[in-house]
Structures are given as structure tokens and as C-alpha cells.
């Protein structure tokens, strides 16, 4: 069975100071996908990244960073100087191939990230 | 618009009534995902379609709900006799078909959602 957990349930942080929302998975799979999703106030899941169980490189995208660490099964994601529009709720997710073909995601619970102007 | 859209965005509906909702995929994408997502919680899976053929379900998937992909196009999922507890948001997301992932994203692009309420 997967499970995804995501500790933190809320987060308030004031502009421009970094955040780090964590995220812990549980898998039996050798091969498994690791994601974080956006859900902002208009509830449409926005993709922001995608990583395999082999590339435990970690990445920096502009304001994001990912670091991903297969030792501790975790997948944590900072936003550095965050700005109001970064406020959302930010779900970890984690999939695998079925038989089926089928990748389907399994999500935490999310963390709603607040940034106060 | 070229992304995942869903209709209707909001439905109220009284207990004991049939809903019906449905999905476009984005077009191409043989992959179509239906998940339910109750408040406070993450999105949770329901059934998985590969063209037209509905290859996995849920056990969250009670035999209240049926899920259709008639011509691998558009999908739809009903809930009969709705209860208060179906009351969630409906998600549905696709993919790009397993010949097209070299060197692309292999990310499930989500639709906007059915927000159904049960009275």
C-alpha cells in the first residue's frame, strides 16, 4: 500500500521569507513517482514537478526547490521569498505503475499555505 | 481553451436523486482519471479509463456510481441515489498516451472540478 503524509497542516509565513512544506512516503514499489500539485482558491490542481524513484538529483526552478531524499522517503519543497500569490494548498503525491498501466496518484492531505502581505 | 474542462462547475442536489457529471479531456490524451476530493483531505482515485475501456476502480467506487468513456473522447460519472456523504468536489484529470512519454511530462493534467452538494 502507498501513503503519502504531509504533517504540516497549515503554514503562515510573512512575504518574502522562505517556506518548506515537508512531505514522507511510504511505498513497496522499487519504481514509484514523486509529485507536488498547487490547488489555489480556484480548486484547478496545478502541476509543478515531477520526480522518479531513480533521479534523487534535487531541483531548483526559479523560486522552487525540491529536495528529494530516498533514505528518509521524503520529498520536501521550499519556495524561497514567497510572495502572496504563492498561497495555496500544496499537495505531495506518489504513484506507481500498475498492472494496468494505470499511474494513478496518491495524494497527502495537503498543506494550505498562507503568505501574509 | 486546450486543458481538461468539466461540466457543471457546482451542483446542488436533494438526497435520493441521480447526477450526472461530465469530462473532455484534453485532446489526444487516451488516459482518463476520475477523483473525488472531500474537504480537508487530498483527492482520492476512482476509476482509471485507457481509451474507452475502464480498466481499474476504487473500492471507494460503490455500485451507486457508474463511470462511462463511450468513444475514448469525453467521460461521464453518475452517482445514483446521491447521499450526503457523496456531497465533494470531482476531479478529473488525463494524460498523454504511453507512446508519446519519451521525453515528455508524464503529469495528470486536472480539469476545474464538479463541486456536488447533497441536501
Known amino acids: 500500500a502507498q501513503k503519502v503524509t504531509q504533517a504540516q497542516t497549515e503554514i503562515s509565513v510573512v512575504e518574502k521569507e522562505d517556506v518548506t512544506l515537508d512531505c514522507v512516503y511510504e511505498?513497496?514499489?522499487?519504481?514509484?513517482?514523486l509529485f507536488w500539485y498547487k490547488q489555489p482558491p480556484s480548486g484547478e490542481l496545478v502541476f509543478l514537478i515531477r520526480?522518479?524513484?531513480?533521479?534523487?538529483q534535487n531541483e531548483i526552478s526559479g523560486r522552487y526547490s525540491w529536495n528529494f531524499q530516498k533514505s528518509t522517503s521524503s520529498f520536501n519543497f521550499t519556495i524561497t521569498a514567497s510572495q502572496v500569490v504563492d498561497s495555496a494548498v500544496y499537495f505531495c503525491?506518489?504513484?506507481?505503475?500498475?498492472?494496468?498501466?494505470?499511474?494513478?496518484?496518491?495524494f497527502g492531505t495537503g498543506t494550505r499555505l498562507t503568505i501574509i502581505p | 481553451d486546450t486543458g481538461v474542462s468539466q461540466d457543471p462547475r457546482h451542483k446542488i442536489t436533494k438526497r435520493g436523486q441521480n447526477v450526472t457529471f461530465r469530462c473532455d479531456p484534453i485532446?489526444?490524451?487516451?488516459?482518463l482519471y476520475w477523483y473525488r476530493q472531500t474537504l480537508g483531505q487530498g483527492p482520492e482515485f476512482l476509476t482509471y479509463?485507457?481509451?474507452?475501456?475502464?480498466?481499474?476502480k476504487s473500492r471507494l467506487l460503490s455500485d451507486r456510481f457508474s463511470a462511462e468513456r463511450p468513444k475514448g473522447s469525453f467521460s461521464t460519472l453518475e452517482i445514483q441515489r446521491t447521499e450526503q456523504g457523496d456531497s465533494a468536489m470531482y476531479l478529473c484529470?488525463?494524460?498523454?498516451?504511453?507512446?508519446?512519454?519519451?521525453?515528455?511530462?508524464?503529469?495528470?493534467?486536472f480539469g476545474p472540478g464538479t463541486r456536488l452538494t447533497v441536501l
Open positions: 484529470a488525463s494524460r498523454v498516451p504511453e507512446v508519446k512519454l519519451a521525453g515528455a511530462d508524464h503529469e495528470q493534467f
Open positions: 511505498t513497496r514499489d522499487t519504481t514509484y513517482y
Open positions: 520526480r522518479n524513484s531513480f533521479d534523487e
Open positions: 503525491a506518489l504513484s506507481f505503475i500498475s498492472n494496468f498501466g494505470n499511474e494513478k496518484l496518491t
Open positions: 485532446s489526444e490524451h487516451n488516459r
Open positions: 479509463f485507457q481509451n474507452e475501456a475502464q480498466l481499474e
